[in-house]
């Protein structure tokens, strides 16, 4: 992917962007947590989610992937209607019967075979050579870096994702930063909820919500 | 999150429909509406009683008819209406159609509970038993069922938007099923057995029958509409109530 | 593979590696039918009269109570979430899973249906009749059940919620079945019914289980 | 509160506030059982003559086809896990969810009978049989569900297993139930049978259970 | 509680110990985890495992609390059988249909009202005020802590902590770094697997499972 990187923009172009998010207000179980909320997520960067926990960055993620309907403001896509995206939760969509590798031929099938395949997507988070075992045979860390295979094997330019690091070991933390390089290296976007220090190679501001 | 929060558009229906608006008129008219059904009910009931004829075969019992049949016709009418009203729900996202929604399907049920007990009380003298698999019958049952479940559905989502959503889904779904229903059973029962039960049939009546009959029908009618106002001013109140102490456990 | 061909095999792979429902449900099935005679006395006229009846309250209910796994998983584990994001439109994703679960729950009934065949004393031809019955009506039940199941998962823990949203809704699939299977001279249209209404409601429902599932993740 | 206590309230609480409350509950066993005459035939003598087995039917399917939520969210969550280590040992623990799920089940369906009797055309000393046979009865169907439960959850594969296990161990629950039900000179013994049968399994059911349980973890 | 911590131990005392493992050995899935593992727990001491994720901790914790069966070795408990435990697994035990009171009531009744009230325990977590919130409306974050409230509505000598801080912010960790340092000082001993720097007040040894 290093090639790639090539494609960066030349220092003084503004580049051009993902999304561009304006006046959002967003409340939950009838309480807000959030209004008038102003973002944007050019190419090539990343946008990290910070705050303390129940600030709401899972709900906004939730919301700029229209699960959740904000109260008020605007989701401006540039391509018009909204590309398909991909959305990292929580819970990392790992069926324990089904194999590794199944798991991630299921997600590349559904999604599109439009990235790596599901070996060489394993052999990227680190569970390389584990393709025939039962997913539900894996650890926490395990199942959630198979969790972060489902973002390879079909490219998305959006990615939104949810603690990716959660109950990740530190390699798994740089394994993560890689990743997130990686992707923007490749003009991708990708908006991130973390409480973990993710140390970025590429463009990448913090957006801090629930500020006490 | 707030129901005030659906911009009223210009045309005139949705300024009525629009929640603020319709506490606004909606309370002015409840007590000439009272009234007037107050009157056709002690109308209606006059005649029933002591202005028309007792059946020859099945006697004074046939004054249950009066009760009877309104609350039949009802049970099916308020099921219109909350078709009607999930329909506002899904398309337009009114939030006035939830509220109607939600408040006529406890009538709706009551309404069909009642057709239900008239009618088994009425079985009993004529056809010697409270319950006959009958078509009719049997449909009222299955639809009684159907208005329970939605019941419980209302009361199984605490967040009353997705509820309106999701309930609008199923009375949809029933919408569509219904005259499925009515028909297939209508079909089956006359199907397994000849057709010896006797299936009440409306036109043989006599006049004498029909005027208070008629009466009836509209008190009941208006009576629905008139308890359908009440309840969802109460349901828009009771919103708004939670929705301010939503926002105070919030910022505890 | 294609994306819906993807659900279908994933959710074939599933349930008969996990728990291998397929065998349970036959062997359910025909457990089922042969509890009955225990509660209705071993009157063999009555029981072979009463066969068809029989066999299509064990698939009612087999179908519709057994209904809440459909979606309970994928919206546990986040797959609902991610499927979201699928390549095809989440009616598709539905319809795959509800084909998947046709296979998984009507096509066993058939198999089993011979067994039940002996085991209430139906001749050949009510058997015939009986299995042709399921056939036409399974996909009806499944489409009610798929719409159970989506209104479940926005219940998250629906319990018998959704079997008593869906039970009396699905009536009309018992009576057409019920009615085709006994044969009587209205059975052919009763076939003609079950197919309708199986043709409909599977066209219709993925329409109305995708709109649950999409509210259901607010 | 004492822990047994606790137990049982939390289910109470978790069963009637999440979907399905109690109204949820009776209607179900009305439903399961005002659906069988759809497929069997509206003739009433007929049905006067069923109402029995179909009542007993219909509350032999409703426990065993739900019996499967038992443990498992239990599962899904750690509480499980965590609940080994309860001041009381896991067999109590057992003992009160069995308990509470009676009171979910068992008792609803007494309930739905008096509705049921008039839906089937029972007579009120037929529906008087038919409700006693129950209350002595569906505690022996309750523990035999619990057991199944644990076994489905320590093989963590859902689905119909569970009963399919249990259905053969409840079967003479179905025939002496029915057979007490209908009331004819065999009923006085089937009762005592029915009584005995609940007052063993009730008494077995936790230890059973609790060690299909314990197995569970590994 | 820190005035309890005056019962911290005289410094030549050896302190007595809540358990004795020796020549553990335990597999999963047909692999090997690890063999002949010795480790103490002393009064007033923290162990902390770490290790690459699979490495085992959570697998090792689950064979102390008598879950997994090992292959070999014994455990040797102090008063002659083990004691209860308290176990607090990856999944935080929290039923989303009852409010965060009536979650940590039930657990109090359940494991014994030896500890605090919920009220008091929900301050210490830091959901002071949120009693009365169906824990189902909890975020990630937030259901993570009111599963570490259990610990503190029951009094239990000894704690097995599978990443208390999954998905804690900041002020969680320290938050369970205090948990920790406030049940150490009062004697107990807990035994924690975590990727997190806990940054502890009292003794601590760690554990590397799982080295490359
Ligand atoms: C539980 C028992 C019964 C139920 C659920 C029931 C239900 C119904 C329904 C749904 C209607 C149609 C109302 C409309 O569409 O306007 C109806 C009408 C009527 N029923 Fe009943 N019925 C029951 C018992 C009886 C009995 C026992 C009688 C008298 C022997 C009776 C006599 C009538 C008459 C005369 C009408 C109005 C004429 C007509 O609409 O054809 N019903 N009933
Ligand atoms: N399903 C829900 N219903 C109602 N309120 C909710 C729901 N989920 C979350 N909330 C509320 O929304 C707020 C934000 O939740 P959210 O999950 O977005 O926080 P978060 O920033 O992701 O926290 P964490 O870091 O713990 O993941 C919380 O205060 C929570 O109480
Ligand atoms: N249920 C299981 N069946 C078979 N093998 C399992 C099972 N659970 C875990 N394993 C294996 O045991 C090893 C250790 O798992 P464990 O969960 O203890 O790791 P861990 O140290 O907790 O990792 P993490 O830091 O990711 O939580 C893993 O390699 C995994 O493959
Ligand atoms: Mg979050
Ligand atoms: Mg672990």
Request: aromatic share 8%.
């Amino acid at each position: 992917m290093a090639a790639m990187s090539l494609t960066a923009p030349p220092p003084n172009a503004l580049p051009p962007q993902h999304l561009e998010v304006s006046g959002l207000g967003l409340s939950r179980g009838g309480r807000t947590l959030f209004e008038g909320l102003d973002l944007r997520l050019g190419h090539w960067e990343t946008l990290l989610l910070s705050g303390p926990n129940g600030a709401g960055k899972s709900s906004l993620l939730l919301a700029l992937a229209g699960v959740l309907r904000p109260d008020a403001g605007t989701l401006r896509w540039p391509g018009g209607e909204r590309p398909l995206l991909h959305l990292l939760g929580h819970e990392s969509a790992v069926k324990p019967r089904l194999t590794l590798a199944e798991n991630l031929g299921f997600w590349r099938s559904v999604n599109g075979p439009t990235g790596m395949t599901p070996g060489a997507a394993l052999e990227a988070v680190g569970l390389g050579g584990l393709d025939r075992i039962e997913a539900g045979h894996l650890s926490a860390g395990q199942t959630r870096r198979l969790g972060l295979g489902r973002l390879l094997v079909s490219r998305r330019d959006i990615w939104l994702l949810d603690e990716p690091t959660a109950s990740l070991d530190a390699g798994g933390v740089t394994l993560v930063a890689g990743l997130l390089a990686a992707h923007a290296a490749t003009g991708g976007g990708a908006i991130v909820a973390t409480h973990d220090e993710l140390a970025l190679t590429t463009p990448a501001t913090t957006l801090r919500l629930g500020l006490p | 999150m707030s129901l005030d929060a659906a911009a009223p558009k210009p045309n005139w229906l949705s300024r009525l429909a629009h929640p603020g608006a319709f506490m606004g008129w909606s309370r002015p008219v409840l007590l000439p509406l009272g009234l007037l059904v107050g009157l056709l009910f002690a109308l209606g009931l006059w005649f029933a009683f002591f202005n028309s004829p007792a059946d020859y075969q099945m006697g004074d019992t046939v004054r249950i008819m009066y009760v009877h049949v309104p609350n039949a016709w009802l049970s099916q009418f308020v099921y219109g209406v909350m078709a009607v009203a999930s329909l506002g729900t899904l398309v337009w996202r009114h939030p006035l159609a939830d509220v109607a929604a939600k408040a006529a399907a406890p009538l709706g049920a009551g309404f069909t509970a009642l057709a239900l007990y008239t009618g088994s009380l009425w079985g009993r003298p004529t056809w010697g038993t409270f319950w006959e698999w009958d078509g009719r019958m049997t449909s009222t049952l299955v639809l009684f069922f159907i208005y329970l479940g939605i019941i419980a559905l209302w009361r199984a989502i605490d967040d009353q938007l997705r509820a309106a959503r999701i309930v609008a889904v199923v009375t949809l779904v029933g919408a569509l099923d219904i005259p499925i229903i009515k028909f297939s059973v209508d079909w089956w029962n006359t199907l397994h057995q000849p057709s010896s039960i006797l299936t009440p049939s409306g036109p043989r009546m006599p006049g004498s029958l029909l005027t208070p009959l008629f009466i009836m029908l509209v008190a009941f009618t208006l009576l629905f509409l008139l308890l359908l106002l009440v309840s969802m001013r109460t349901e828009i109140l009771r919103r708004r109530a939670d929705s301010l102490s939503r926002q105070a456990v919030g910022s505890a | 593979m294609s994306a819906f061909a993807a659900i279908v095999a994933r959710e074939l792979r599933l349930a008969l590696r996990g728990g291998a429902d397929a065998l349970t449900l036959v062997l359910f099935f025909v457990m089922v039918a042969a509890v009955v005679p225990f509660a209705i006395g071993p009157d063999r006229a009555l029981l072979q009269e009463l066969a068809p009846g029989i066999v299509w309250i064990a698939a009612f209910l087999a179908l519709l109570l057994g209904l809440d796994r459909l979606f309970r998983d994928d919206d546990a584990d986040g797959s609902l979430l991610a499927l979201r994001e699928a390549a095809i439109p989440l009616e598709a994703v539905v319809a795959g899973k509800m084909l998947a679960h046709w296979l998984l729950t009507g096509v066993p009934l058939l198999v089993a249906s011979p067994l039940l065949a002996v085991l209430l004393g139906m001749d050949s031809a009510a058997w015939g009749r009986t299995a042709l019955s399921l056939l036409l009506g399974t996909p009806a039940l499944t489409a009610f059940a798929t719409i159970g199941a989506a209104i479940t998962v926005s219940l998250r823990r629906g319990g018998l919620l959704a079997p008593v949203l869906m039970l009396p809704l699905a009536v009309p699939v018992l009576i057409f079945g019920a009615a085709m299977s006994s044969g009587g001279d209205g059975s052919g249209g009763a076939a003609l019914f079950l197919a309708a209404l199986s043709l409909v409601s599977v066209a219709f429902c993925p329409f109305a289980a995708a709109l649950a599932l999409r509210v259901s993740g607010e």
